[in-house]
């Protein structure tokens, strides 16, 4: 897995017990994975289809900074799926854990297109 954005929390991102606001760590996320979805489809074309189970492991405070770690899980047709794990950036200690992370690739009109990558292009590092 590697660890590819960071964010430092705000009280902003907090939740009614000073502690950060899950909601937020999964917006976060999610426009990370969405992100790196599109690096690796070389399309902008890719909506979010599903998010397994969530394991909120430990929580996070104002000040803190987390980072968020995406692992290649598979890619289908018109799909391609990754797994999740956030944590503190300087304690290594888990946050979240998510196992699957689905993003499809669709056309003009939001059906799902085949995005013509192979596993093996998928595989290999990107810029990111």
């Known amino acids: ?11 902003g991102d907090l939740n009614a017990r000073n502690t950060l606001f899950g909601g ?7 426009e990370e994975a969405g992100i790196y ?13 599903f998010i397994s189970e969530i394991n909120f492991v430990s929580s ?14 598979a890619v289908g047709r018109t799909s391609i799926s ?6 503190n950036l300087f304690t290594k200690q888990s946050i979240i854990k ?10 003009e009109h939001g059906k799902p297109q085949a995005h013509g990558q192979d596993i093996n292009t998928i595989q290999q590092p990107s810029n990111r």
């Open 1 to 11: 897995m590697k660890f590819y954005s960071r964010k430092l929390i705000k009280p």
């Open 24 to 30: 937020a760590l999964l917006r976060w996320i999610d």
């Open 37 to 49: 979805a599109m690096t690796k489809l070389n399309s902008k074309h890719v909506v979010t289809k």
């Open 60 to 73: 996070a405070a104002q000040g803190d900074v987390i980072e968020i770690g995406l692992g290649f899980n």
């Open 82 to 87: 990754f797994s999740c794990e956030v944590r």
């Open 98 to 107: 998510i196992d699957n992370i689905v993003f499809v690739h669709v056309d």
